[in-house]
Each structure stands twice: as C-alpha cells, then as structure tokens.
C-alpha cells in the first residue's frame, strides 16, 4: 500500500489543495509548500487531457502524490488520469451506489474492478506492465465526491460500497443542492455535512471535504473528518497577493494614500 493510500485510510489527517492553474511551475511552487497531496483539477479548470500529465510530473518531481478531479463519471477520464501517472482520482457528483461502484470498476483492475491495461506513463509506456498490474490496486486512492440532496438521501448506500477509500464532501454544490446557501443556511449545511461524515465514518470509510480556508479545519477534524482540501492554488495566489497589496498600502505615508484614494 502506497503511503499516501495508508494515510488516507488510516485517517490521517492530510491537507491537500486543488490545482487550477494549468502550468509545471505553479505545482512545483504548490508542491514544495508543504500540503499532503495536491488535486489537479481538471473539472472546473480550464486543465486539458495532455497538459494533466505534465502537472502529475511536476508533483513527481517533489515526491507530493498528485490526484486528480476528473469531469465526470466516464471510465475513460478515470482511466486516462491513471495511466498518466496520478496518485488516485476524485470522482465528482456521485450521488447514488451505483455510481459509486461504477468509479470503483472504473479505478481498480480486475479481478475487483475492471479497468483496462494499458502502456501509458504509470506503466512505464508499456516496460513495467506486469510490476504496475501489482500493485495499482493496492495504492491508488478512489474519493467519490457527495455533494447533491440525492447523494445525502443515498449516503447509507454509497459508503457501503467496497474499496471506495474516501466519501469527499462538496459543501457549495451541496449547499444549492439543499437549498442552504448563505448564512441562513449555515445551520442546514452544517448538519447535512455531519450526516454524511457520521454514516460514512460508521462504514468504516476516511471522509473528506472542501474547505476555502484553515479558519475551521479543527471543527470538522474534532467531528472525523481528516481529508481536506484547503481551497485552491488560484485562490492562494489572489489572497496572498491582495494581503501583500493592503500591507503596502497601510505603511503609506497619509499623503499618498489621500492620492491613492
């Protein structure tokens, strides 16, 4: 078992972050911050098919186990990310057991799953099959994304199903889903959120969730969660740039701030 697998099911706590922007250099930047892991992002980013291996690279190149989001349930976006080289996948919009068992088909070889050989990048381009067929199943991490009203309706079921190794949760989607968006929803969210984390912990399965910042990792923590993503590259960039920004401009003298105004 891959280090990064143990960790995730030995429920570790592990701080990982999307990556967004479609470049090497900003993964190595990513990867030598010190995160757990990192997630490519290749559903809501503007990330092509040929450009994810290059980004798994990168992450190889500091030894940070790389993941990666696909667009959506088909085998083939499953099965391209792995044979590039990616550390597992994150499944998005699962909200029913039978979609959970088709990712798990998707990402595991035979005899537990049904993914197809083949000579990409994770193989060696075809030298190392036979060493790659051995232990894939054994390392690669499957996380499922629940982030519909469905997906909660259908938590039970969706955590039952064998070798998922993490139940992810998606608050935004999540919270339209319900019907909880804003502040007045805080409560609704929050509740739907302990729900799936309580059924999923039960089934014996690591759970996950988005957060857009550190401000209450220790409140989920506390509650089992251990598998986060802490916002995004891009928003690192913003944020950090904006702090930097507001910095400077309090150490103006009056004068140019009255000018700047």
Not at 123 to 135: H, M
Not at 187 to 201: F, Q
Request: proline share 6%; with cysteine; aromatic share 6%.
């Amino acid at each position: 078992m891959s280090h990064f697998r143990k960790n995730c099911v030995e429920k570790n706590l592990l701080i990982g972050t999307f990556a967004a922007i479609p470049h090497p250099v900003a993964i190595e930047v990513t990867a030598s911050s010190g995160v757990d892991f990192l997630c490519i992002d290749w559903e809501h980013s503007q990330i092509g098919r040929e450009r994810i291996e290059d980004l798994i690279r990168a992450a190889d190149v500091h030894r940070v186990p790389a993941m990666v989001r696909v667009p959506g349930h088909a085998p083939e976006f499953i099965a391209s990310v792995l044979d590039a080289g990616a550390a597992g996948v994150l499944v998005p919009r699962v909200s029913t057991a039978a979609q959970a068992k088709a990712a798990m088909l998707a990402t595991r070889y035979p005899p537990i799953g049904e993914r197809g050989v083949g000579p990409g990048r994770a193989a060696a381009y075809g030298y190392r099959i036979p060493d790659y067929l051995a232990k894939a199943n054994a390392e690669l991490v499957l996380a499922i994304q629940v982030e519909t009203a469905e997906g909660l309706a259908n938590i039970a079921e969706i955590a039952a199903v064998d070798d998922i190794d993490v139940i992810f949760i998606g608050p935004g989607d999540l919270s339209v889903s319900i019907d909880a968006m804003g502040p007045a929803g805080k409560d609704k969210l929050d509740a739907a959120i302990e729900t799936i984390t309580r059924t999923a912990l039960a089934a014996g399965r690591t759970v996950g969730i988005f957060r857009p910042s550190p401000d209450d990792i220790g409140a989920w923590s506390t509650a089992g969660i251990s598998f986060f993503l802490l916002a995004s590259d891009t928003m690192f960039l913003g944020a950090g740039l904006a702090d930097g920004v507001a910095q400077a401009r309090r150490q103006g003298t009056p004068e140019q701030q009255d000018r700047g105004a």
